[in-house]
């Protein structure tokens, strides 16, 4: 019969199994055993089964004394015993009918046992396993022995084909009678003496090398071990240990197999626990590690095969942590029936998984792939291709991590592995379901394999495959590696081919959601990388690709949900095209496969590092990535719909105008490049919005900017010009008028686009000739402009355009002309037809406010009159000279660029018979209050003089002049005359004279100032008299001017200079000028403030000047044109000329260059006549002002004449700042900070030389001064009032000159000697000096500066000093502590000793680094150095902390110092001592009195003998202790050494006492120096008596000294002993006179 006749029997039988009478049980098994379960086809065989066991089981339990013996006498047969097919049945029958009475006999249990028959036999001699799937033949009839045979090898075949044949068929049908039987034994009784032996046949049974019956008999042990395990558990744990030892032992390989099967059984009848509690996985784990037993081996993979095929989902624990891992170790066995059994397992495993489990084990088995061994990478490839027989579901979650992997693993150097995994892709490939990719199925694998070679062949491929069905997840798991591949090539195709792949895909995938999610992860980020790419249909491809994702995804995935955000980002340009946002988690590549490896979709997925390089490379944000944003934006805006848009349609715009970011206003306007593209409908309702803001910006100063703009608007252009031309045409066309001429000429573009759209022009035709050229533009172009636009309108239209090709931009009007001859044909014509609009658009523009707009109004009109002449000038300038005196001034300057237009494009003809209609109004507007209408009259007013039409200016300058007077007219008058002077330059030598006229006003002075900068180069032959004409009154005080002038100024106020007019007349005008002083500002002004602001005026005229022909000069000053005029200026004094000598001296003949050879520059005559002014007591304070306004504010570079206005200034500064002169010290002041402050620092050295003799001149001025004023005062010729300091006076006579030291003691007025002198009096000199020694070129620069320095300060008072002694100590202190020559250093400490001697109390901050430097200098070599040493140091000893060490050092170092250096602690002990001795303890003082006499007689000495410098320097210094020696020391010294009795003087003098009379002489002459009354009042412990004129007996003593000392044959010793009696006797001439003349008697002979 059929195939589906047999099933259908299969079906029937077991639904009529409830219904079967109990006769008809036997027949249905007898038909089952006879046919059913031998049937070669295995569906059928197996419904013959299960059709078999319902019929057992439903009528098993009251029949099972029948079926019993049916089944065991079955068994119980061998192989051919039955005959045929038939007669097996009959047999069968037979065998029941004898059994049926056996049955019920109480011996038949015994019986039976004893005729079951081994069955360990059946299939002994087979080598290999049979699979469930074993094909069978058809059924064979049982062969008959024939007659004869043709050949006895035939028969043999046959006879064995057949034998094989039947233990096929028979093992089937064992097979199915064991299930039968085992299913019977179910339905027996617990106690059932049958069910031991059933079982015990079951498992002999398993011993049959046929996997059906083993499967089928695994199946039957479950419901008997279930019930072995309550009952009997020791047989249960028996029967274990007999499968394990079968299982690990057992030679053949079908044994083997059924223990295997078996135990499985058992575990599953007896439960999960049973594999902990008999130690069914301890033992299974140890036969696996087996190293010695491969059969051991084999087994225990066969039993965890086994044991997941029968547990299912309950042994997956036990896989993800124990089995695994073995079954990775065993993969790599030697043994290859151990390594086929690990495959076959794992095949089973794999399939058996759950989607939990899959994640458990897939980290094991990719750490596998990464194992060094390559058995193990090869089981785990192996792993992952069993995974392909996971479950659908469990395959779409796994096939997403395993593809790419295996993947990787092709290019794995060991072929095996690469053979494992390409084995393993093959299996994944089979699963597949769709036709259509199984047929590409090849292809992907071999890109997989080789993805350099095979990525674009099999992208092709799947391109041009037409799918009829859809796509399920192990397609997926194929092509979405090759996708993702091929969007990472270089190839810009590939890259495309991909992209294209990806938007193809999602539309053929069922489920996006289940399906795609995990490959959206890792193609999604790739995507975005496509966006940047440089080629645009990349970019295209990939931003459709990522609306497919969205459209199929949802905007809620986790891949596509930051798309929107990350866009927007993107398109500003701040958040990069590959950046990741912080919502997803995406992996990176991290192999050549090019696929990124996710776990799961539920779950976080795996990350791997990348190439820093490749990142920042890809963060970089350029035109291009914002470009790829906004193309992707706009996909997505398309696929989230109109509302999105509408939502984000005001934050777009806002980007689009943003200010302070160009970046981010390219990005947005470049959406608006794609938007018209994808959402046309959506997008036309928002033009309105949009085209401003496109519009704006077209006027952005960055490039990329105004092009992004541009192309927006191309595109708007194109897409709406047929629906939307109403809306568009306005903003185009106003846009033309923008004042931005970006917005101008990218507005012409757009309109010529615009236009040539409507009339069907290409607009790409380049047309090469000048503007009045014809174009190439047909008639059929201008009807339909009319058909379109209308008459009215087109003729508007083309007036703009016609009037933008006279714009100020020459881009602007290129493209203005481009369009214009593209569109006109006819331009007379034309123009003839637009003329009425045009004129009123240029009326118009003339009056707005944009300057450009105006502008090229005026050069339309212009253009107008070049072209149509008379036509159109008799209508023109009457308009635009009424225009002139419109109230707005904006109309009033465009009317000037409009005037100036005409005028240059008439004929001289037309501008005479125009002239006297069009003057007046030009005259006008050069004194327009508004400055641009002034500017503007300007350009128009030099017309007529290029015009020929010269006598305009002699017409207009005496009305100007006239019209400064005016009240009101002022500003516009000064305006006009500049701009006459600007036209004209020449003018200027007729204009300033008559401003500086007597009587001068302050508009005329205001006004000298205000055309100084318009004369140019004509000033410098005015200068002279302009600054003797204002000097005078910029140095008058404002006071003494409104007392002498009475406010002065303005109009009929002029003042007369001095000895040119009445005194009379000038208080009459003075008197007309205060009833007109409120009517004019400038009136307000005093004449010298008018005259100040005027020279400041001229002085920023001239560097301006100086600055415009300094490239000319510059070659003259190259060549020495500045030569030695003598003295250095002009009539100059003598003072300057020592000044000249010292520059001279340093820089050579130009140092003393006022002015050049040949004509003088402006500078020079301005630096002249300063210098004239510096010397004229009228005109010294407003030449200092001018000088520092003009180096200070205006920049002036004076430097050729720095070293003559140095002298010039610093002499000022001898003269007196009181009465009148108070203003001068001050302005000479600062216009020395201003000259010094305008050289560079490095310079300033080269001025000490000149600063010094400057300043020693103006000391012998100041001195002589001063005694010329000792002698008036000692004639009496002076008596009280008019001193020379001020508030210095005490009743008339300066106290300066009141003591014998004011002739030395010298302060300059400038410097502090007099109150009008500044605060900060040394600033402008002091750095001078600084800078040479600290920063001088040379130790003869370093010197000079630092003795100019002390010269400096000794002309200094104290109080201008304050200021700058830190300064000046700290710089002097830090040179000196260096290595330099010792003039430098006497230099610097002559300096710090001038500056001790004149501020000691504000230097106390620096009295121990001055202490240390001066004892350090003490030992310098100079003696120059140690004097100034040691005399500084006793000045410092007023302020010295610690005064007492300090002279013990000195006078111990007297003593033991090197013999060149000893005098100068001696000469610093005794300045000490004469300085601050009182503040010197009596300890120290008795110490240091020890240590002079040890010094005294050391200095007696016969070594020290010829050293009389040393000697005199230890007796003076002992003699000035005694000024403050306690008296005590004062007597002992006295009396032990010169006075003293045992004085060797008092003897006959020995050869060897020579020297120490000497040194008692110089000791007393230095006692009577400096203790003359200590002698007198300490003579014998009493002072001199009242009541007595004789000496006390002290002074007896030192009087008889002195007369021994001048008795001495000694020369030296009879000096000092003269000097002592004079200098005694001055101290108390009424006592002590006489002794003296007694003791000086000896040195008359």
Not at 268 to 291: C, F, H, I, P, T
Not at 577 to 598: G, K
Not at 1059 to 1083: F, L, R, S
Request: glycine share 10%; charged share 20%.
């Amino acid at each position: 019969a059929e195939e589906h006749v047999r099933l259908g029997v299969a079906v029937a039988l077991k639904a009529l199994a409830k219904g079967l009478a109990a006769s008809n049980v036997p027949l249905a098994m007898d038909f089952l055993i006879g046919h059913g379960l031998a049937d070669p086809n295995d569906k059928v065989r197996e419904r013959m089964v299960s059709a078999g066991v319902t019929v057992v089981d439903v009528g098993g339990s009251q029949h099972a004394s029948t079926l019993l013996p049916l089944f065991e006498g079955f068994l119980e047969k061998k192989v051919g015993s039955g005959g045929s097919g038939g007669g097996m049945g009959g047999g069968k029958g037979n065998v029941i009918g004898g059994k049926t009475g056996a049955i019920g006999s109480s011996s038949s249990s015994s019986s039976s046992s004893s005729s079951i028959t081994p069955l360990t036999a059946i299939g002994k001699n087979a080598k290999t396993k049979a699979t469930a799937g074993f094909g069978l033949a058809a059924a064979a009839t049982t062969a008959t022995a024939t007659a004869t045979t043709t050949t006895t090898n035939t028969q043999q075949q046959q006879q064995q084909k057949s034998k094989k044949e039947e233990e096929q068929r028979f093992d089937l049908v064992r097979g199915g009678v064991v299930v039968l039987l085992g299913t019977l034994a179910h339905h027996l009784g617990p106690n059932h003496p049958r069910r031991a032996s059933i079982f015990e046949m079951l498992l002999q049974v398993l011993s049959t090398p046929s996997e059906a019956v083993q499967r089928a008999v695994s199946d039957c042990i479950v419901h008997l071990a279930k019930e072995l395990a309550k009952t009997d558990r020791p047989a249960a744990e028996a029967y274990v240990l007999r499968l394990l030892t079968q299982l690990t032992t057992a030679k053949g390989y079908g044994e083997r197999r059924g223990a295997a099967f078996g135990l499985a059984g058992m575990v599953r009848g007896m439960g999960l626990l049973s594999l902990r509690s008999y130690g069914v996985l301890d033992k299974l784990q140890a036969s696996v590690e087996d190293k010695r037993s491969s059969n051991a081996r084999e087994g225990g993979v066969m039993a965890f095969e086994t044991l997941s095929m029968k547990l299912g989902r309950l042994f997956e624990p036990f896989v993800t942590s124990g089995v695994l891992p073995t079954l990775l170790a065993l993969s790599g066995d030697s043994s290859e029936q151990v390594r086929q059994a690990t495959e076959d397992a794992s095949r089973i495993i794999m399939g058996q998984l759950t989607a939990g489990g899959v994640r458990l084990v897939l980290p094991e088995i990719l750490k596998g792939l990464e194992n060094k061994v390559w058995r193990t990478k090869q089981s785990s490839a192996q792993l992952l291709g069993a995974m392909a027989h996971c479950a659908p579901r469990q395959l779409g979650s796994c096939l997403p991590t395993v593809v790419p992997r295996l993947g990787e693993a092709l290019s794995d150097p060991h072929p095996k592995v690469q053979d494992a995994a390409r084995a393993a892709l093959k299996e994944v490939g089979s699963v597949i379901r769709n036709p259509e990719v199984q047929a590409l199925v090849p292809s992907l694998l071999a890109a997989l394999a080789d993805p350099n070679t095979g990525t674009r062949t099999s992208l092709n491929l799947l391109l041009s495959t037409t799918f009829v069905n859809t796509v399920d997840a192990p397609s997926l798991a194929l092509i979405a590696p090759v996708i993702h591949r091929g969007l990472r090539d270089r190839s810009g195709d590939t890259k495309k081919l991909a992209a294209r792949a990806v938007a193809s895909i999602c539309t053929l995938v069922h489920d996006m959601a289940r399906d795609m999610s995990p490959y959206a992860m890792t193609l999604v980020p790739e995507l975005r990388k496509a966006l940047a790419d440089p080629l645009p249909g990349v970019r295209a491809m990939a931003a459709r690709a990522l609306a497919a994702m969205l459209r199929g995804l949802g905007p809620r995935a986790e891949a596509t949900a930051p798309l929107l955000p990350w866009l927007l980002k993107s398109l500003s340009g701040t958040g990069g095209l590959v950046s990741i946002s912080s919502s997803s988690s995406i992996a990176s590549i991290a192999s050549p496969s090019n696929m990124d490896v996710t776990t799961s979709t539920t779950t976080s997925t795996t990350t791997t590092n990348t190439s820093a390089a490749s990142v920042s490379a890809a963060m970089a944000s350029g035109s291009v990535e914002r470009s790829g944003a906004a193309q992707g934006l706009a996909e997505v805006l398309a696929v989230l719909g109109p509302g999105q848009l509408a939502a984000l349609l005001p934050k777009l715009l806002e980007g689009c105008s943003h200010s302070k970011e160009a970046h981010v206003r390219e990005g947005h306007l470049t959406l608006f490049q794609y938007l018209p593209l994808t959402m046309p409908d959506a997008l036309q309702g928002h033009l309105a919005k949009v085209l401003p803001a496109i519009l704006d910006g077209l006027s952005a100063e960055v490039e990329g900017v105004r092009e992004a703009a541009l192309s927006a608007g191309h595109v708007l252009v194109d897409k709406y010009v047929d629906t939307a031309l109403p809306l568009i045409l306005p903003a185009v066309e106003n846009a033309i008028a923008n004042d931005n001429w970006r917005i101008r000429q990218a507005s012409i573009k757009l309109l010529g686009k615009l236009l040539f759209k409507i009339a069907g022009a290409s607009g790409n035709i380049f047309i090469d000739g000048g503007e009045d050229d014809e174009g190439a533009a047909e008639e059929s172009y201008d009807a339909a402009l009319i058909d379109a636009l209308g008459s009215a309108r087109r003729n508007v239209v083309l007036a703009r355009l016609y009037a933008a090709r006279s714009d100020t931009q020459y881009v602007v009007r290129h493209q203005a002309q481009h369009v214009w001859k593209t569109l006109v044909c006819n331009t007379p014509r034309t123009l003839s037809q637009i003329l009425p609009d045009l004129m009123q658009l240029a009326v118009d523009s003339l009056a707005a406010e944009g300057e450009d707009r105006r502008l090229a109004a005026g050069r339309c009109l212009g253009e107008l009159v070049r072209k149509m002449g008379e036509r159109v000038l008799s209508r023109m300038v009457p308009i635009l000279c009424a225009g002139a005196s419109s109230p707005e001034p904006t109309r009033r300057q465009g009317v000037c660029f409009g005037l100036r237009e005409v005028l240059e494009n008439m004929s001289k003809a037309q501008l005479q018979e125009y002239l006297p209609l069009v003057l007046p109004a030009v005259q006008t507007a050069l004194t327009d209050p508004d400055a641009d209408v002034r500017e503007a009259a300007d350009a128009a007013f030099a017309v007529f003089f290029r015009g020929g039409a010269a006598s305009a200016v002699d017409s207009v300058v005496p009305g100007l002049l006239q019209g400064l007077e005016q009240p009101g007219k002022y500003v516009a008058s000064l305006e006009g005359l500049r701009v006459v002077i600007g036209v004209r330059p020449q003018t200027a030598h007729s204009v300033l004279p008559k401003l500086l006229r007597a009587p001068l006003t302050v508009p005329h002075i205001r006004a000298v100032g205000g055309l100084a900068a318009a004369a140019g180069q004509y000033l410098a032959s005015h200068l002279a008299a302009i600054l003797q004409a204002l000097l005078p009154w910029a140095s008058r005080d404002e006071s003494a001017v409104d007392v002498a002038v009475g406010g002065g100024g303005g109009k009929g106020g002029a003042v007369a200079q001095k000895k040119k007019v009445d005194e009379d007349e000038d208080e009459e005008d003075e008197e007309e000028d205060e009833e007109d002083e409120e009517e004019n500002v400038t009136n307000r002004l005093s004449l010298p403030t008018a005259a100040a602001q005027a020279l400041c005026a001229v002085a920023r005229a001239v560097e301006a000047e100086a600055c415009g022909g300094a490239d000319d000069d510059e070659s003259d000053d190259d060549d020495g044109d500045y030569g030695n005029s003598g003295d250095g200026r002009d009539d100059a004094g003598g003072a300057n000329a020592s000044g000249s000598a010292g520059f001279a001296a340093l820089f050579g003949n130009a140092g003393n260059a006022v002015v050049k050879e040949g004509p003088m520059t402006a500078v020079a005559r301005l630096v002249t006549e300063i210098h004239k002014a510096l010397d004229d007591p009228d005109q010294r304070v407003g030449a200092a002002n001018l000088l520092r306004a003009a180096v200070a504010d205006t920049g002036l570079d004076v430097s050729p004449w720095v070293p003559s206005l140095l002298t010039s200034l610093v002499l000022l500064l001898a003269e007196d700042g009181g009465g009148p002169n108070h203003a001068l010290l001050p302005a000479v002041w600062r216009a020395l900070d201003a000259v010094v402050s305008s050289q560079p620092k490095e310079d300033l050295p080269l001025y000490v030389r000149v600063l010094r003799d400057a300043l020693s001149t103006a000391r012998e001025k100041e001195r002589r001064k001063r005694v010329k004023r000792a002698a008036a005062i000692a004639a009496g010729l002076v008596v009280g009032g008019g001193g020379d300091v001020g508030s210095s006076m005490s009743g008339g006579v300066p106290s300066s000159l009141s003591s014998s030291s004011s002739l030395t003691t010298i302060i300059l007025p400038g410097l502090g000697g007099s109150p009008a002198a500044p605060a900060k009096a040394l600033a402008p000199l002091l750095p001078i000096f600084l800078q040479a020694v600290l920063q001088g070129s040379g130790p003869e620069i370093r010197e000079s500066g630092a003795e100019g320095l002390g010269e400096l300060i000794s002309l200094t008072s104290e109080a201008a000093m304050r200021p700058f002694i830190t300064s000046m100590a700290g710089a002097l202190i830090r040179v000196v502590g260096e290595r330099f020559p010792s003039e430098v250093k006497a230099a610097i400490l002559y300096s710090l000793g001038v500056l001790l001697s004149r501020a000691a109390i504000h230097a106390k901050a620096f009295v121990p680094q001055l202490q240390t430097t001066f004892l350090k200098c003490l030992s310098d070599p100079s003696s120059t150095v140690r004097t100034r040493a040691a005399d500084n140091l006793g000045e410092l000893a007023r302020m010295a902390l610690k005064l007492d060490p300090l002279v013990m050092d000195l006078a111990n170092a007297g003593r033991v110092a090197e013999p060149q250096i000893r005098d100068a602690h001696l000469r610093a002990l005794k300045k000490a001592l004469l300085a601050a001795g009182e503040r010197i303890s009596a300890r120290a003082l008795e110490n240091v009195a020890n240590s002079l006499q040890d010094t005294l007689l050391f200095a007696a000495s016969a070594s020290e003998a010829e050293d009389q410098d040393y000697q005199v320097a230890a007796g003076s210094t002992l003699g000035a202790l005694l000024r403050v020696a306690p008296l005590e020391i004062f007597q002992r010294v006295l009396l032990e050494g010169p006075t003293g009795p045992l004085s060797p003087v008092a003897a006959t003098a020995a050869a060897s006492n020579r020297d120490l009379a000497f040194l008692h002489a110089v000791v007393l002459a230095s006692a009577a120096e400096h203790a003359g009354g200590r002698i007198m009042e300490a003579g014998g412990g009493g002072g001199l008596s009242a009541a007595s004129s004789s000496p006390p007996p002290l002074l007896k003593s030192f009087f008889e000294a002195v007369k021994r000392a001048a008795k001495d044959s000694q020369p030296t010793v009879r000096v000092a002993a003269a000097r002592a009696a004079a200098r005694i006797a001055t101290v108390a001439p009424a006592t002590a006179l006489g002794p003296a003349c007694m003791a000086l008697e000896g040195l008359l002979g």
